[in-house]
């Protein structure tokens, strides 16, 4: 019975002993093993060796050889040869054989084809696969729906969505799209805002899956990138349109049948005017209705589409029409034509130019053929001018060929033989050699264009002669050459010469005025400032007495002409400096309203003795501060009302008018005097000029106040104007432009409105050799209640400072045996001597004597006539203020490149501005902590160069 089951089992049923011989088998093993190894197999002999195929014999081995060894399983293999047969999955069930005593004799085996379920499970599993590689790499992003809840969803639709897995599992799709009004969706465009921007989709719903277990997939699709180029392109087309419609061409387009397709508002202008044609797109171009039209394109139309490559043509449309006509070929990715372009220009202006241009090359040249021979003319009439001027030619052709005539020959002292270039070179004197050798390699290489030379010769006869050589280059037919002229300069070198000659004189003239004026100067201020200063100190020793009126009306006298003769003198120096180029400008912010009421206040002293009155005007739009240099300014508004009460009539006025207008300040003075003619009006302004010689016997004066206020209202960059009229007055007008500083202001000092008290104990040396001087000086300083001592001179003076301690020495710079200067040095350098403040006091009022008197180490300077408000100021300052603050002192020797420096930056032409401006601020800043008048030399020198103005002090 149980070998009747085994034989009928479509299962395949064997066994084996423990040395894998067969035992038994059925028939279907017997047909499976024939069907995938080719083999008969019998009982008794070895089941592996029917297998060693593809290594199933060891694998068979290893499965029987578990079940030998007790272990019952279930496995499913691959077993067959599939190269000469067929290769098929089992599944193989091993059970052990046990004997009686329960040991194990052998295996039985029970075998079932799977191949198909095999087969059909792996192609499950492919599937599976693809599809979740679809799903998962899809670049549409895709949620997998179930019962309306999203149940997966692959990495696209996440990035998309900015969500992760566990955030879109169990989410709606309400909740994942705002506004998702339509469900179920087919296909829907939406805007998905999404990290504070926006993206738009396109949402479509598919079913999968069988009506049993149907599963809804929702595909999305980012169309952001894609609805901004279409956006683009429709933005390019519509500029394309626009240049279309705006080009100045008649354009139009038509397709391979020649139907229209594109046409400008000009092209359908032009069809209307020309032919009556309202053009439509679709229209046929070669119908009867464009036939005029197309009969004079048609050729053009037929090689464009047989050529299909671009051509121009031109051709006459009408009678008054020219056109330029461009055929472009429109091709697509496959190289095939689908239409033509078609660009129309109207080019008629430009044929009527060429007719134009035809004319008048006609007329240009019967104009050439009489202008050569005018040309010939001229030529006749050169040589004739140059045989008159002396003047020879020459000229130089490549390969050292050099022609001249018979004037150049003659200049050099030659005859007719023909020379080369090389041959005149002998006659160079030999100072010129080098340079005349140099521009000859030049000219014989080709490269230089323009000669200018001057040089010397020996003549055969005539010795020394200068001679002047200029030339220039061109291509002749590419060929380079020089030509040239040659003449005799010795005449005019001499009188250069003697021109020179007479310069030098004259620089050493004015260089021995300006030395005389100088000295003069300080001769005559030493004197002067005793005659002022004894005046003043009188007057105010009598001021609050009973002494007579008249007493005091005479002191008054005594001072105020001194102060005039002192204005006098600074009018001659200041003209001669100015002449001499050497004045230079210190601008400062100034109360400009307060500094003019203070002029006119002092000039008031002496017009109301005549009963004449000064009116002051001020309009709204004068500025509290003006940047000007103050002394300048001070000085021509001075002259101006000095002439004015000079000349006006008596018991009138004088009108002083200040305004700002136009970037511009303006002031006036004006008079009711005897006027200036007319024909004396552009004189007036020149040196020692009056507009009538018995002015200066009737009014006094020099004639050198108007020139000076003209020349220093120049340097301000401002202008001066007279009006005048014989009989009735004069108005002066001055104009001076408003500008803003580039430096800070330079602080003014304060002038004391109550003279100081000083200590008794304080001793002052004053250095002065003058005698009335001397005189003067103790008399100020007792009507002060100041000690002083006085020296005759600097080596007096250090024999004094060597015995005893000064507070203060007021030092003169010009005195016998040894000046100020040198003294200063020797009690600095020499006696250490660094407490003491010293301050120049010297007739001697130019900066580069400041310049000296600071590198030695003097701490400030006074000029002489002295002004007892500044050598108040001076007193207060080391006497009171300063008097217990320790002194520090520029030392000359430690600072010695500081002070050559300042000289450097002084003198440098070629610093710019704003580099001397920069150092100037930088060393200004080092000499803070130091008490030097260098540093109100460095105001007075970054004032000049900021106003440009020339600085010319050593």
């Known amino acids: 019975m149980l070998s009747l089951l085994m034989e009928n089992s479509h299962d395949v049923i064997f066994s084996v002993d423990t040395n894998f011989n067969y035992l038994a088998f059925n028939n279907a093993h017997v047909d499976t093993m024939k069907s995938v190894y080719g083999c008969q197999i019998e009982l008794g002999n070895n089941i592996l060796k029917y297998m060693k195929v593809n290594n199933d014999d060891e694998i068979a081995k290893d499965d029987i050889t578990r079940a030998i060894n007790g272990e019952v399983y279930s496995v499913i293999r691959s077993y067959g040869d599939e190269e000469k047969h067929q290769r098929a999955h089992f599944e193989a069930t091993y059970t052990p054989i046990r004997s009686e005593n329960n040991i194990i004799t052998g295996v039985s085996v029970v075998v079932r084809d799977v191949t198909e379920q095999y087969n059909s499970q792996e192609n499950l599993k492919r599937s599976e696969r693809k599809y979740k590689m679809l799903f998962h790499y899809n670049y549409l992003g895709a949620l997998i729906i179930l019962n309306g809840r999203i149940v997966d969803a692959n990495d696209t639709a996440m990035s998309l969505l900015g969500l992760e897995m566990h955030e879109l599992l169990g989410m709606s799709l309400d909740e994942v799209f705002i506004n998702l009004t339509d469900n179920p969706l087919k296909e829907k465009r939406i805007i998905h805002y999404y990290n504070n921007g926006k993206k738009i989709f396109i949402l479509r719903e598919e079913v999968i899956g069988d009506q049993k277990d149907p599963q809804n997939i929702l595909f999305i699709e980012d169309v952001t990138e894609k609805n901004k180029a279409e956006k683009e392109l429709i933005r390019v087309n519509n500029q394309a349109k626009v240049l279309l419609e705006s080009a100045k061409s008649y354009i139009f387009s038509v397709d ?31 119908g009867p209705k464009y036939h005029e039209f197309f009969y004079k394109f048609r050729e053009n139309f037929e090689r464009a589409f047989t050529n299909r490559r671009m051509f121009e043509l031109e051709f006459k449309l009408n009678q008054e029409i020219y056109l330029q006509s461009v055929f472009s070929p429109l091709l697509n990715e496959k190289n095939e034509i689908y239409g033509l372009a078609i660009y129309n220009i109207d080019i008629t202006k430009n044929k009527k130019h060429e007719t134009q241009i035809y004319q008048l090359n006609s007329s240009l040249e019967q104009k050439v053929q009489e202008r050569t021979q005018e040309l010939q003319q001229q030529r006749v009439k050169l040589d004739l001018a140059l045989s008159a001027a002396d003047v020879g030619t020459w000229s130089y052709l490549l390969n050292d060929i050099f022609l001249c005539d018979s004037r150049f020959l003659e200049i050099f002292g030659l005859n007719s033989i023909t020379y080369t270039i090389h041959d005149f070179l002998k006659f160079v004197d030999a100072s010129d050699v080098k340079k005349v050798n140099d521009v000859v390699k030049k000219v014989s290489a080709g490269k230089v264009t323009d000669i200018d030379l001057s040089f010397k010769i020996n003549h055969p006869s005539k010795n020394i002669q200068y001679l002047q050589i200029f030339g220039k280059s061109r291509l002749n037919s590419g060929v380079y050459e020089m030509n040239g002229v040659c003449w005799n300069l010795t005449s005019q070198k001499n009188i250069e010469q003697e021109l020179e000659f007479a310069k030098n004189e004259a620089v050493k003239s004015s260089a021995a005025k300006s030395l005389f004026l100088a000295n003069i100067s300080h001769e005559i201020r030493s004197p002067l400032n005793a005659i002022i200063g004894l005046s003043n100190i009188l007057y105010k020793k009598f001021e609050d007495t009973n002494q007579s009126a008249e007493f005091i009306e005479q002191l008054k006298y005594i001072y105020f002409n001194g102060e005039y003769l002192s204005e006098l003198i600074n009018n001659i120096l200041d003209f001669s400096r100015i002449d001499a180029g050497k004045m230079s400008i210190s601008m400062e912010k100034v109360e400009i309203i307060n500094l003019i009421r203070m002029i006119v206040k002092v000039h008031e002293f002496s017009s109301v003795e005549r009963g004449i009155y000064i009116n002051l005007e001020f309009d709204k739009s004068v500025p509290e501060v003006f940047l000007t240099d103050k002394t300048k300014f001070r000085q021509i508004l001075t002259n101006l009302l ?69 020349r220093m209202t120049e340097m301000l960059n401002g202008t001066i104007s007279v009006e005048s009229k014989e009989g009735r007055g004069t108005i002066f007008t001055i104009e001076l432009p408003v500008k803003e500083s580039k430096l800070k202001p330079t602080g003014k000092e304060h002038i004391l409105d109550v003279e100081p008290v000083f200590q008794t104990e304080d001793i002052v040396l004053v250095v002065e050799d003058n005698k009335m001087n001397q005189f003067m000086m103790k008399a100020l300083f007792k009507q002060l209640n100041l000690s002083i001592e ?99 002192y520029l030392d000359p020797n430690v600072h010695s490149d500081l002070i050559d420096e300042i000289r450097a930056v002084t003198v440098d032409q070629n610093m710019t501005s704003e580099a001397k401006l920069k150092r100037l601020k930088n060393i200004s800043n080092l000499l803070q902590d130091y008490d030097t008048g260098f540093v109100k030399y460095i105001d007075h020198l970054s004032e000049a160069i900021a106003s440009e103005k020339k600085v010319d002090l050593f």
Do not use: C
């Open 642 to 710: 000095t002439n004015a009460i000079k000349f006006t009539k008596d018991k009138t006025d004088i009108v002083v008018k200040v305004k700002s207008e136009n970037n511009n300040f303006i002031f006036s003075v004006e008079d009711h005097g005897i006027g200036i003619p007319k024909d004396k009006l552009n004189v007036i302004f020149d040196s020692f000029e009056q507009a009538d010689k018995s002015v200066t016997r009737k009014f006094g004066g020099t004639g050198l106040g108007l020139a000076i206020s003209k």
């Open 256 to 286: 391979v049948n020649y139907g229209i397709v594109f046409f400008n508002t000009r092209f359908s202008s032009l069809m209307e005017s020309e032919y009556g044609i309202s053009v439509k797109v679709g229209d046929k171009i070669n």
């Open 790 to 888: 006085i020296a005759e001179n600097g080596e007096d003076a250090i024999q004094k400072i060597k015995s005893k301690k000064y507070n203060l020495i007021l030092m003169d710079i010009h005195m016998p045996i040894m000046g100020g200067i040198s003294a200063a040095k020797i009690i600095r350098q020499e006696l250490k001597e660094t407490e003491v403040p010293i301050v120049a006091l010297t007739a001697d009022a130019y900066w580069d004597k400041r310049f000296k008197a600071f590198a030695v180490g003097m701490n400030d300077y006074l000029t002489k006539p002295i002004n007892r408000a500044e050598l108040l100021n001076i007193l207060s300052k080391y006497l009171i203020k300063d008097k217990d603050l320790p002194k520090n």
